[in-house]
């Protein structure tokens, strides 16, 4: 937490607004859409998850459909495809940045078009703050004539070609969970270009009461707009991104200089153009077995380390979706490591998480 959160919730008891509207919501939602720039339109959920359903029904995602989502990713990217009723097809990753294969992603539609089926939606992401490579994705869903949802639930701060991440696809989500680089202690955002499609997500998000001085209803809607209170943290909490991004980018800088030299150990590079918030800073390592000597080590001192995510078309929830792989998120899965990375940790906490890792290699 920063300074200003308290006063902003109190703000919203002063004055009893605690609904989810107010004074914060508007608030906090210019201030993202101000720091995001590109004219953007900004509509505070309460959840990155409502976002991605919201954001894939307003680019018409209905049952039957089938939309790509890179598989690489968590799981609350694809869930909510299946809340519509469409179906997912899952897209592996590149070695570079880790997110959605161009090259693969071209070779899923091109089959998917020969057997009829044209993606309604690509749900990309950019992992762990790391962009996507945009330009290469955004041209194929051009030359496709396909939507994009832009999954930044985790690149809030990060760029490309030093423009903010939530401003490149047809929609954008953002989460501000607990374990994001800013939170409201639940809550997510749509961005959009479009003030038409912003005011249309609002409306689902608030149960799809039409116009009328009674209760009526035209359309399903969903409770998912933010609450007032929490958009007071929100507030409070973009005073200090810029600050919890550097935090972020210090911590990996630290790992790196302190554990490059060990060899195997691997840490994903920014390309030319690419700017990472550095949201966990990741590691591959040589082997699985490596990798889980030094995830138990670390358990075995009270330090909570994560494999990187279980790509979505290993997990048993989706074992029957199609899927276009060539076994990179499959390694990375095996040999990666989620170190902490809390914009909190001290140096101190980093020196023993280091040390620790030294001598299990050793």
């Not at 749509?190 to 912003?198: D, G, P």
């Not at 929830?317 to 499959?330: I, K």
């Amino acid at each position: 937490m920063g300074h200003l959160e308290e006063r902003y919730v109190q703000e919203a008891f002063n004055t009893n607004w605690v609904a989810p509207l107010g004074p914060n919501v508007d608030q906090f939602e210019r201030r993202l859409a101000t720091y995001i720039g590109e004219d953007v339109n900004v509509a505070a959920l309460s959840s990155g998850t409502a976002a991605i359903h919201l954001g894939l029904q307003l680019l018409g995602v209905t049952r039957g459909d089938e939309v790509i989502c890179q598989s690489f990713t968590f799981s609350a990217s694809a869930n909510p495809i299946l809340y519509l009723g469409a179906t997912p097809i899952f897209v592996d990753s590149e070695r570079e940045t880790w997110n959605l294969s161009p090259e693969l992603l071209e070779q899923a539609i091109k089959q998917r078009l020969s057997a009829g089926k044209k993606p309604k939606a690509i749900v990309a992401v950019h992992l762990y703050g790391m962009p996507y490579k945009v330009m290469e994705i955004n041209a194929i869903a051009r030359k496709y004539d396909i939507a994009v949802l832009e999954d930044s639930a985790e690149a809030l701060g990060s760029t490309y070609k030093g423009i903010k991440c939530g401003s490149f696809g047809d929609i954008g989500i953002l989460s501000f969970n607990g374990n994001k680089i800013i939170t409201t202690s639940g809550g997510g955002a749509l961005v959009t270009k479009s003030e038409t499609l912003k005011k249309k997500a609002v409306f689902l998000a608030t149960q799809a009461r039409d116009d009328a001085p009674h209760y009526q209803h035209s359309s399903i809607g969903y409770n998912y707009r933010m609450s007032n209170v929490l958009a007071g943290i929100g507030r409070g909490q973009m005073e200090v991104l810029d600050e919890r991004v550097q935090a972020r980018r210090n911590n990996f800088t630290y790992y790196k200089n302190q554990l490059s030299g060990i060899e195997g150990l691997e840490f994903p590079e920014e390309p030319n153009g690419f700017f990472s918030n550095r949201w966990l800073t990741t590691i591959l390592t040589p082997s699985f077995d490596i990798r889980e000597r030094i995830r138990q080590a670390l358990a075995g001192e009270d330090i909570e380390s994560r494999p990187l995510w279980k790509p979505m078309h290993m997990q048993p929830l989706f074992e029957n979706a199609d899927a276009f792989v060539d076994g990179t998120s499959e390694d990375l899965f095996t040999r990666g490591l989620c170190l902490p990375s809390g914009s909190n940790l001290r140096e101190e906490d980093l020196y023993r998480i280091v040390t620790l890792i030294k001598s299990t290699i050793s």
